[in-house]
């Protein structure tokens, strides 16, 4: 199965709080699994991304969880700002082996920080 | 800007046409990837182009096909469109063949009437 399952759908945070977004996946060939923000208008721009060799990575306050057992990953923001309301999307690939599937996409997650 | 210039921006059609996307890469990038997204299917793999040559094929349909030029940039057909056609189209590229580090472009939206 390719399936990368996202969660929630959609999502409010107030100002200043933690954003969490959450992927399960199927695929254990899977060793890539990359976020994407994506604004209306605008393609998918890469935000963070992560290997299966590290539980957590962090840039700035952006950070991936990853559980290789549980085959989840997350991402967290950190001091959610307005100008992080757009839509997340998680998505996975066996990149380094290639083939038929490209980058695997959740279903994306829209999320709104309130002032 | 990503990078990744995408023309046209905008284009409607009419059932039964034929229309032609195409995609400049970032600069030294090698491969060109093809993106459907739609509110009901999300974003969905169509095809990959590696230095000229196909490298992967996805959920492409048969009325659609693509090409990557000697100069890398890269076009995608559409023909016999439906209604069901209507989508962002998105194009990446990408450094080598591998799927990491996308960089995508900014779409062309596709409606058929």
């Known amino acids: 199965q390719q399936q990368v399952k996202q969660s929630p759908q959609s999502l409010i945070v107030q100002k200043g709080g933690i954003s969490i977004i959450n992927c399960a996946y199927e695929?254990?060939?899977?060793?890539?699994f990359p976020w994407y923000q994506q604004f209306p208008g605008k393609g998918p721009a890469l935000l963070i991304a992560?290997?299966?060799?590290?539980s957590e990575k962090k840039e700035g306050r952006f950070t991936i969880s990853f559980n290789k057992s549980a085959k989840q990953f997350s991402l967290h923001i950190m001091d959610s700002q307005p100008g992080d309301s757009a839509t997340y999307f998680c998505?996975?690939?066996?990149?380094?082996?290639?083939?038929?599937?490209?980058?695997?996409f959740g279903k994306g997650t829209h999320l709104i920080i309130q002032p | 800007d990503s990078g990744v210039t995408q023309t046209p921006k905008h284009l409607i059609t009419a059932t039964g046409q034929r229309v032609t996307l195409r995609c400049s890469p970032r600069?030294?990038?090698?491969?060109v990837y093809w993106y459907q997204q739609s509110l009901d299917q999300g974003l969905q793999f169509l095809i990959q182009?590696?230095?000229?040559?196909?490298?992967a094929k996805g959920n492409i349909l048969e009325r659609f096909s693509a090409q990557q030029f000697p100069d890398l940039h890269s076009e995608l057909n559409l023909s016999s469109l439906e209604l069901g056609d209507s989508a962002l189209y998105f194009c990446?590229?990408?450094?080598?063949?591998?799927?990491?580090?996308?960089?995508f472009g900014s779409g062309t939206r596709l409606t058929v009437v």
């Open positions: 182009y590696y230095n000229g040559e196909e490298r």
């Open positions: 998505a996975a690939s066996n990149g380094a082996l290639g083939g038929a599937d490209g980058l695997t």
């Open positions: 992560i290997r299966p060799d590290v």
């Open positions: 695929n254990t060939a899977f060793d890539y």
């Open positions: 600069s030294g990038d090698l491969s």
């Open positions: 990446a590229s990408s450094p080598r063949g591998a799927h990491y580090g996308y960089t």
